[in-house]
């Protein structure tokens, strides 16, 4: 019993240790880039887009596609650069587990 009773122990430690990790990841950022750097898009790690930049000289209204495709791309980007960072931080507790749906 005493064995469950540490098991227990660290397990609320680890508990612990993800949450605030958790929070953590809501306070760092990742930028992604499109087109040169004609579309910039800045991602919490929490997957919230907090930020999006259009350069002026990439708006023609003639050519509406073109900047959608550019948001697109910096967005996908930017999610991507979230779940490698996500992975990165939280990896550690999961390490050697393969939880279906944990990060």
Do not use: H, W, Y
């Amino acid at each position: 019993m005493k064995n469950m009773g540490n098991m227990m122990k660290q397990m609320q430690k680890m508990q612990k240790q993800m949450l605030k990790a958790q929070e953590e990841l809501k306070e760092k950022t990742v930028e992604a880039t499109a087109g040169g750097g004609m579309v910039t898009v800045v991602a919490s790690g929490d997957k919230r887009i907090v930020d999006i930049k259009i350069s002026e000289d990439v708006v023609d209204p003639d050519d509406v596609e073109m900047l959608q495709d550019l948001i697109l791309a910096a967005t996908n980007e930017a999610l991507k650069q979230v779940d490698e960072l996500v992975e990165k931080d939280m990896g550690k507790f999961t390490k050697g587990m393969n939880i279906p749906g944990m990060f």
